[in-house]
């Protein structure tokens, strides 16, 4: 490759030519980062034209292929009674109307005193980096007992507990399964606890003053510094007696109650004794989850039954074991098992990023936007892929049009990936398709996509391969110098059809649409279609 400066890819004296194979090195400066010619050279792959060819494309990588664990039956976010069925349900609505018109004033009147206290209780209050002060928490009794009122208002006429709230001393976190909103306004009435919550509460309107009142701590789920910034602070609080308990979810997110999905840690780090709590809504005819089911759908059902069955049952305090070290993902363990068993439902590894795959496949439309789901927590914790990453390949997936089932066929992932039949883009949906039906599903995708970023040398492949592709060394690949590094990939093509092929692929590497291709645009299009790095394993591997 012609360049005018030096980098750790050029050869800085040329060979004369051999018939010998070629034996190239590729030197980088990162402990235990092994080199493409050193991975051929172990495995015993080296260019050598009379060795039968792998079905796997991605072999160069040191891929091995993948397996994609089974999907589970259940889904942790179905409300069972979307709709209203059967002809009681109906008649209880219609006499509950009237009651419900009341309900709703009494939920109204309640808010907003509880609102006008919480102002006042704020008024003046500028030193939020230390606990309230008393006199404050007093008048925050008014917009407590305003909470138990609106409970009452949604049909909770009484509550059955069991157990007692351990002493703050004795255990200074509280958690508890998160089945509805309702759960907050019972603890805020209980506990009066600092709870964590999304920024995103801050803003609600009502909601977002009295939860600052709780002096919360506020969190982005998808920011690596909000997180840390969130532990940091629940330390802290847990760490002084002056101020209240701290309370969190550790799902996440809302679910049915009927399973419990994969904890968040940031209870679990800072290692202090934990008491986790139960909640129950027993029903036969109107499911009170907030699972899949809009919220004002949600509050009318509330409002239109005769009484709403809410138990809370408060169980032993878990410490941390003295014994040893013991890491926060198996106190979580411990803490979630215990939840699962006072529950008598199993755990699984769903997460709030499997919430946002079913949102957006409900969204497109999808006859079973359940089958999208494919626990998350599993998934970031084997192949270390973020939520939104694994939304970008859903988006991706979705543009396959996949049919009622969810499965996506050979022409339509040719389609979106920009390939034409070939013998290597044959491998590539093989290598996804590894049931060998004829058709993927999105859990396949996703698997098989994380699974070849996660190889050692991806990272290294995609710079390589910029650079093979860059023959000027202007730190741009043109459409010309493109089409010239894949041609040997995607042959028979006659003039029309490859001048098609490489304007599409083309298009699809220049993000930024000014008619060039930059390194930042090549990496970003192969972190979104990480299957397009077998396009350039002719040249990565230096066949001779």
Not at 184 to 190: A, G, V
């Amino acid at each position: 490759m012609a360049g005018t400066g030096a980098d750790l890819i050029t050869p800085l004296i040329s060979s004369p030519p051999s018939d010998q194979p070629e034996l190239i090195l590729t030197v980088d400066d990162r402990p235990g980062f092994e080199s493409f010619s050193d991975h051929c050279s172990s495995n015993g792959t080296k260019a050598d034209h009379t060795q039968p060819e792998s079905d796997n494309p991605f072999e160069f990588l040191g891929s091995g292929g993948f397996s994609v664990p089974g999907t589970p039956t259940v889904d942790p976010f179905r409300n069972n009674t979307p709709k209203i069925d059967g002809v009681y349900e109906w008649f209880k609505i219609l006499v509950c109307v009237p009651i419900a018109a009341i309900r709703l004033v009494l939920f109204g009147l309640c808010l907003l005193v509880g609102y006008l206290a919480t102002k006042f209780a704020l008024h003046g209050w500028k030193d939020k980096q230390n606990p309230m002060p008393k006199w404050r928490c007093r008048v925050m009794w008014v917009t407590r007992i305003c909470s138990r009122c609106i409970l009452f208002s949604f049909g909770y006429h009484w509550i059955k507990r069991r157990g007692r709230p351990a002493s703050r001393e004795t255990a200074p976190i509280v958690v508890s399964n998160h089945v509805s909103y309702v759960e907050p306004i019972f603890f805020f009435y209980e506990l009066f606890p600092t709870i964590v919550a999304s920024e995103s509460h801050d803003s609600l309107p009502f909601v977002g003053t009295i939860i600052r009142a709780m002096q919360v701590i506020y969190v982005n789920r998808f920011s690596q510094s909000s997180r840390k910034q969130a532990v940091n602070e629940i330390k802290k609080k847990a760490s002084c007696e002056r101020y209240p308990r701290v309370l969190l979810f550790p799902e996440g997110t809302t679910t049915n109650g009927r399973v419990i999905i994969s904890f968040q840690l940031g209870a679990f780090i800072p290692g202090y004794p934990i008491q986790p709590v139960v909640v129950r809504y027993p029903h036969i005819h109107f499911d009170q989850s907030w699972g899949h089911i809009s919220l004002g759908r949600l509050m009318f059902r509330m409002f239109t039954q005769f009484h709403n069955f809410m138990e809370v049952e408060y169980l032993p305090v878990i410490s941390p074991l003295e014994n040893k070290k013991e890491n926060a993902v198996h106190f979580a363990k411990r803490t979630g098992h215990a939840i699962a068993t006072a529950l008598n439902v199993v755990q699984t590894s769903h997460s709030y990023g499997d919430l946002m795959l079913l949102t957006r496949a409900s969204q497109s439309k999808q006859e079973k936007p359940s089958s999208y789901m494919v626990e998350m927590a599993r998934v970031e914790s084997s192949f270390h892929l973020s939520t939104l990453e694994a939304v970008d390949f859903l988006d991706t997936f979705l543009s396959m049009n996949p049919d009622p089932s969810g499965c996506v066929k050979i022409h339509d992932f040719f389609r979106v990936l920009r390939l034409k039949p070939c013998y290597l883009s044959e491998k590539i949906f093989g290598f996804i398709d590894v049931d060998k039906s004829g058709r993927i599903t999105f859990k396949q995708f996703l698997f098989g996509s994380a699974h070849v970023m996660k190889q050692p040398l991806f990272r290294q492949a995609c710079e390589l391969a910029f650079a093979e592709c860059d023959s000027d060394g202007d730190l741009y690949i043109s459409e010309q110098e493109l089409g010239d590094s894949i041609r040997p990939v995607i042959p028979d093509l006659n003039e029309d059809e490859w001048q098609l092929q490489i304007q599409e692929t083309f298009n699809l590497f220049d993000t930024d649409k000014d008619g060039r291709v930059s390194k930042d645009d090549f990496s970003n299009c192969l972190r979104r279609h990480p299957l397009l790095i077998a396009l350039f394993s002719p040249s990565l591997l230096h066949k001779a």
